[in-house]
């Protein structure tokens, strides 16, 4: 047994020997051995409110990570959830554990026992909790910097006004809206309200999809000729809002799909000019009343490189993406879920075809997209993923939907800047 003690004059000392807890307490004098002191390379430094530790490890192995160095409470950004549903409670509310900038301050829900079950679990006051009819009261709570919002699609539209007029930045689940038309009358309220507004794209921030894009665009994988990007998941209940298409907007495309559309688009940094589609939906299925199962959309990219995408609502899950250029192959397992994404690179090595896999570790997705909107909420940067980037999603679903419809290709509008609607890339995580 070894315990460490602190004397009187705050100098470390260390004893060891069974007995000395014991032998301390009936403050009986024990002659113990004295212990080397700790090196500054196990006692870490501190400075400017930052610990950090030299690494342990030789320059063989991958990184130690550094100790996470949250913001104070007081100082990180307050956040009011919106809308106490699935992702709410069993992802976004649980990732602010690992959040260094923000923590959530107030819930928005239309159930009051929830409400009152929730506030009791995260420690939030009943003062600052909120009903939808009450939602506009946030505007005289200082504690709120920023809300986020996680109601059904067609709901995102009404609560994004609401909070950008209380004087709130906005963070909003994707799809951000149900058109086009809604997408741009939230830009336009964040910015005449001079507040930031961010789509919560995760897969953005997510690092084995920052690396495969990082790699791409510096020519790792040569010329890009090929994308593949499939989203699929097997609904169930037909009474849910996902299966509703006043509530969703509509069916596998803007939920899972958007991100094969998202991905796509930020990993390249160009946008498509032209988009082909189809739609499938089993016929008779309940589930499919209102909305559509399967789409599969071809996106043509200015480089030349093709985007081959696939969504259903009917299919098993399978989240994969995979980028072929002239040189080698790269590819994201499980690309789009909230963990488990593994990343592949093959390509020639001598005479032989290399296939290595790459850990980076996990790092929570939700967290890391929460703390980039806190960074922009205090430094004034616009986010990589603003309103605008979501706007033109929007776009190009519709356009989707309208190859679809008319069994043409629909040309989209030409933009040569790289990442045109995007703000800068957030810092290595
Ligand atoms: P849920 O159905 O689980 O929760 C939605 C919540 O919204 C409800 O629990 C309810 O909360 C509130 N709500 C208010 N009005 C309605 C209404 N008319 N019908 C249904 N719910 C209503 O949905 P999710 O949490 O799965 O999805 C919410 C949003 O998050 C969607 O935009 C979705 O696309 C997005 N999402 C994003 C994911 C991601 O990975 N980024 C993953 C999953 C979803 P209350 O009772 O508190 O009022």
Known sequence: ????????????????????????????????????????????????????????????????????????????????????????????????????????????????????????????????????????????????????????NALHHDAVVRAARAGKHVLCEKPMATSPAEARSMVEACAKAGKRLMIAYRCQYEINNRELSK??????????????????????????????????????LPDVGLYCLNTTRALLGEEPTEVQATIYSPSGDPRFAEVESTVSFTLRFPSGAVANCASSYSAHEHRNLRVIG?????????????????????????????????????????????DHMAECVRSGARPRTPGEEGLQDQVIMAAIYESARTGRPVKLAAETQVDAFRGPMPADA
Request: glycine share 12%.
């Open 326 to 370: 002239t040189k080698a192959v790269g590819e994201i397992e499980n690309a789009f879920g909230y963990e488990g994404q593994k990343l592949h690179i093959s390509k020639r090595e001598g005479k032989a075809e290399s296939d290595s896999a790459l850990s980076f570790g996990q790092k929570n997705q939700f967290s890391l997209e929460i």
């Open 215 to 252: 790699r791409a665009r510096a020519g790792e994988f040569g010329q890009i000729q090929l994308i593949d990007a499939i989203n699929t998941q097997n609904q169930g209940d037909p009474a849910q809002w996902r299966q509703k298409k006043a509530l969703a907007g509509g069916g596998s």
């Open 1 to 152: 047994m070894t315990d460490k003690i602190y004397d009187g004059v705050g100098r470390r000392t260390v004893l060891a020997g069974a007995g000395v807890g014991f032998a301390l307490a009936s403050a009986k004098a024990v002659a113990a051995p004295t212990m080397p002191a700790a090196a500054p390379i196990d006692e870490g430094s501190s400075t400017g409110g930052h610990i950090s530790f030299p690494p342990i490890h030789a320059d063989t192995e991958r990184p130690d990570g550094t100790p996470p160095n949250q913001d104070p409470p007081a100082r990180r950004v307050g956040f009011a959830i919106v809308g106490l549903g699935r992702l709410a409670l069993e992802n976004i509310l649980p990732a602010f554990a690992q959040c260094k900038h923000a923590r959530p301050v107030a819930l928005v829900s239309g159930d009051p026992e929830k409400l009152q079950t929730v506030a009791a679990q995260y420690g939030i006051a009943p003062s600052a909790c909120y009903d939808y009819a009450g939602f506009d009261r946030i505007r005289d709570d200082a504690a709120i910097e920023a809300v986020y919002i996680v109601l059904p």
